[in-house]
């Protein structure tokens, strides 16, 4: 590399083209998948390639992965673009796939943003990939489930790569900082907490974290001896952040989602969207975020609002599928949902009460009339004896008792009269009468 320093004249390539891994040594993360004797590892390392679909959010390290394969692979190996190419450009490659099999060859062709591809051009892939002209190797943002061809799907394997860690983050930072390739030549005095605030802003994303620490660095204070001082100023300038910098481990980080959850619970909509906004522009993951509403959904509305669940599943779904900034409105619609919604904690009180006799009685056996008999043997054991089929009876219920014979007549979900739940405790009521009604006449035909 010809450029010594940021400042000798030379436009350097960017810090994330210039820290690209080149073997899998040097490659941090997905240790699911690279650790020693993990899947991929040893497929790479014994250049065993089959065609494979990677699939994560960006800069995980998708295209990384094709690159280290192109390094260590004996095949011939071609780099395709979705967004740049076309059934022409597709064509044309699969003939020189071809050309390469006659020669005994392989080909692996690498599409990276496979998704954007429509039909059409996937199809044109699918017989070469059959018939064992290339080995396709494709990256991808989006649910392969949704947007690759079912046929040519089910002729890869689909790896799917997770966002880095916060640790992995900051391991990745100082290796720019240390490295020849990144800031070696420089002199940076940069804490590590700016480097953890990068990380929390990253989301995940190597890319960006690498591309915010070259924008810190550029503009970071330069002393007489040349030496570059980065501080939290410079850092919340860079990125437009005021909040950025609380550890997503920390107090701060629990402080601000009880925050949220509390104002849901207590029916104050704006309160919960301020807390959602001061989450989300201190670079607090969405994901987390829609997992806590979706929580929150069953432990503090239930049944009193059961569509309460279905917006908070839906939130995650759009934060899953769209990513920030644009699922800050799905985020904000779910909280503002759920701090209007009536308030019933009856499932979670139904739960733990119900943990809580499970927990002393494991050793209560299930009630022979509720077990299945698959065989003579259970039968001859009373597997199954006395069981009420409920679709039978004109009721569609029976009084048979369904719980251990030590926890008879236990009563763990208490419906409030919240919203719907309300329904739902009159329905309870009438099941249960009917069910004495059932008992008493069994009773008397007894008798």
Aim: hydrophobic share 40%; with cysteine; glycine share 6%.
């Amino acid at each position: 590399m010809e450029q010594l320093s940021l400042f000798d004249g030379v436009v350097p390539e960017p810090l994330a083209a210039r820290m690209r891994p080149e073997s899998l040594d040097e490659y941090v993360g997905q240790e699911h998948l690279l650790g020693e004797g993990k899947v991929v590892r040893r497929i790479i390392e014994s250049d065993q390639i089959s065609s494979m679909i990677f699939w994560g959010p960006p800069g995980v390290g998708k295209t990384t992965l094709a690159r280290i394969i192109a390094h260590t692979t004996k095949s011939k190996f071609i780099d395709f673009s979705a967004v740049t190419s076309g059934i022409k450009e597709i064509r044309s490659v699969m003939q020189q796939a071809e050309e390469n099999r006659h020669y005994g060859e392989r080909t692996i062709v690498f599409v990276d943003e496979i998704h954007r591809f429509n039909k059409a051009q996937q199809d044109a892939f699918l017989p070469f990939v059959e018939k064992g002209s290339i080995i396709l190797i494709g990256a991808t943002t989006e649910n392969p489930s949704f947007e690759i061809n079912s046929a040519l799907l089910s002729r890869c394997k689909v790896f799917v790569l997770k966002a880095l860690t916060q640790e992995d983050i900051v391991r990745l930072l100082k290796n720019a900082l240390y490295s020849e390739k990144g800031f070696g030549s420089l002199t940076i005095d940069i804490s590590d907490d700016i480097l953890k605030g990068i990380a929390v802003f990253s989301n995940g994303d190597a890319r960006g974290a690498l591309s915010t620490l070259e924008m810190v660095v550029l503009n970071g204070e330069t002393d007489a001896k040349g030496r570059i001082k980065v501080t939290e100023e410079t850092l919340e300038q860079c990125t437009s952040k005021k909040s950025l910098l609380y550890d997503k481990n920390g107090e701060e980080h629990y402080n601000l989602i009880s925050a949220l959850h509390k104002s849901m619970r207590n029916s104050d909509p704006d309160a919960a969207v301020y807390w959602l906004a001061r989450m989300l522009e201190a670079g607090e993951d969405p994901l987390y975020i829609a997992r806590r509403v979706v929580r929150f959904a069953s432990e503090d509305v239930g049944l009193a609002d059961y569509r309460a669940l279905e917006q908070a599943v839906a939130a995650y779904q759009a934060c899953h599928f769209i990513g920030m900034p644009e699922c800050s409105v799905h985020l904000t619609q779910a909280v503002v949902y759920m701090a209007m919604a009536p308030k019933s904690n009856a499932m979670e009180t139904a739960y733990l009460s119900a943990r809580k006799d499970a927990v002393e009685t494991l050793a209560e056996p299930v009630p022979l009339q509720i077990r299945n008999a698959p065989t003579g043997l259970m039968k001859e054991l009373d597997y199954g004896k006395g069981y009420v089929y409920a679709h039978d009876t004109k009721e569609k219920m029976s009084d048979m008792e369904c719980l251990p014979e030590e926890l008879l007549g236990r009563e763990y979900y208490r419906p409030t009269e919240q919203g719907f739940e309300e329904k739902y405790k009159e329905r309870l009521k009438a099941i249960k009468k009917q069910k004495e009604e059932i008992r008493s006449r069994h009773e008397d035909r007894d008798n």
